[in-house]
């Protein structure tokens, strides 16, 4: 069975730029998140999705971060406008049950020039 | 929020070495999970061990849910088992995990 897939899995561009991170689910899970991995604060949780809804989004840094579910196989995370210190790991997971085991995708390393 | 420390933050072991890892938490959880980041960055899920004992292969954690700490067991240590271990927990009534720092694991041939 597929895991649950990112795109692009490495991004460099400059300052000011829109960036938008994507994500499929594992297919039948009802729970997506997304998470930043950076040396200084570790793994955040930014945003997490029941159901396509999201349901909380107290970790999103600022509103140069947006997230949408449109339907349950695709996420997109948006960066709009850049800035270097975003640079991080970005990942995406998934899980079949509330409260249930997460599965990570293999990131996307964003670096921000 | 809820505090996750894990120790040690760093262990070298010879391979075939055995270690215990460590994770405390500072309040009641609703559930705990062990992954490991590889070398190349990936997370993969180890264990969803709320409480009680689960074991695959090398591998066993242990979690006491009353005394909030749990245990990732790792026997006959190999060189594949190095990267960093973390332990993440989940409160009552959301689904939010919090990770702890981890501990960075290097087994050497």
């Known amino acids: 069975d597929a895991g649950v897939i990112q795109s692009p899995r490495h991004e460099v561009t400059e300052m000011g730029q829109e960036v938008t991170l994507r994500c499929k689910p594992i297919s039948g899970h009802n729970s997506l998140f997304w998470y930043r991995q950076t040396m200084m604060r570790g793994l955040e949780l930014l945003i997490y999705f029941n159901n396509n809804v999201p349901i909380d989004d107290s970790g999103m840094p600022e509103d140069r971060f947006s997230a949408k579910m449109p339907n349950a196989s695709f996420s997109t995370l948006k960066i709009q406008p850049s800035e270097p210190r975003d640079s991080a790991v970005y990942f995406c997971a998934s899980s079949g049950t509330v409260g249930g085991p997460q599965h990570f995708g293999d990131g996307t390393r964003l670096s921000i020039l | 929020g809820i505090q996750v420390e894990q120790s040690p933050p760093d262990l070298i072991l010879q391979e075939g070495a055995n270690s215990t890892l460590r994770c405390n938490f500072s309040?009641?959880?609703?559930?705990l999970q062990w992954f490991h980041q590889n070398p190349w960055g990936q997370l993969i899920n180890l264990f969803y061990?709320?409480?009680g004992t689960k074991q695959n292969g090398r591998l066993s954690a242990t979690t006491v849910a009353t005394e909030r700490y749990s245990l990732l067991y790792i026997s006959s240590s190999q060189t594949t088992d190095s990267g960093v271990y973390f332990c993440a927990v989940e409160g009552f009534g959301n689904e939010k995990l919090t990770f702890g720092t981890g501990t960075r694991l290097t087994i050497i041939p």
């Open positions: 061990i709320p409480s």
């Open positions: 309040d009641s959880v609703n559930n």
